[in-house]
């Protein structure tokens, strides 16, 4: 069984990662109840249920799709909770997730990437003619 979760980070970080694989990041959590014990730490790959929005998670301008061929159930000691209030949220080691993953780049913002051109009104190419000049060539 397989199981979609997202990954949110730079478009470098992200050329990187399906490259390359995951590397473990460091996380600490602050928990607005103190019941809880004020905050979490935790090392390794953040991973959320659905795509996050811009300050719902790491920063970041593109989002990774990850299917990881595991059962949800393998996942459950990975999970934080009190973190995302309408996402699940796991901190999973890279040496997992790169074991057991397809990773692939579902998205990027358009508005932070030259991939995403916009066309002129003649639906041609505009490109570095719309840089000032000091910037083109």
């Given at each position: 069984?397989?199981?979609?979760?997202?990954?949110?980070?730079?478009?470098?970080?992200?050329?990187e990662i399906v490259q390359n694989g995951f590397s473990d990041a460091k996380w600490?959590?602050?928990?607005?109840?103190?019941?809880?014990?004020?905050?979490?730490?935790?090392?390794?790959?953040?991973?959320?249920?659905?795509?996050?929005?811009?300050?719902?998670?790491?920063?970041?301008?593109?989002?990774?799709?990850?299917?990881?061929?595991?059962?949800?159930?393998?996942?459950?000691?990975?999970?934080?909770?009190?973190?995302?209030?309408?996402?699940?949220?796991?901190?999973?080691?890279?040496?997992?997730?790169?074991?057991?993953?397809?990773?692939?780049?579902?998205?990027?913002?358009?508005?932070?990437?030259?991939?995403?051109?916009?066309?002129?009104?003649?639906?041609?190419?505009?490109?570095?003619?719309?840089?000032?000049?000091?910037?083109?060539?």
């Open positions: 069984m397989s199981l979609t979760l997202f990954h949110r980070t730079s478009i470098g970080d992200a050329r600490r959590f602050e928990h607005e109840d103190k019941a809880l014990g004020g905050s979490k730490k935790a090392t390794g790959v953040w991973l959320s249920d659905r795509p996050l929005q811009s300050g719902e998670g790491p920063p970041g301008d593109a989002t990774l799709e990850v299917v990881l061929e595991v059962q949800d159930e393998a996942l459950e000691l990975f999970q934080v909770d009190g973190v995302l209030w309408d996402a699940r949220l796991w901190i999973v080691p890279a040496e997992v997730v790169n074991r057991h993953a397809d990773i692939r780049i579902l998205n990027v913002d358009p508005r932070s990437s030259w991939f995403h051109e916009k066309p002129d009104l003649d639906g041609e190419h505009s490109g570095g003619e719309d840089l000032p000049e000091d910037m083109g060539a």
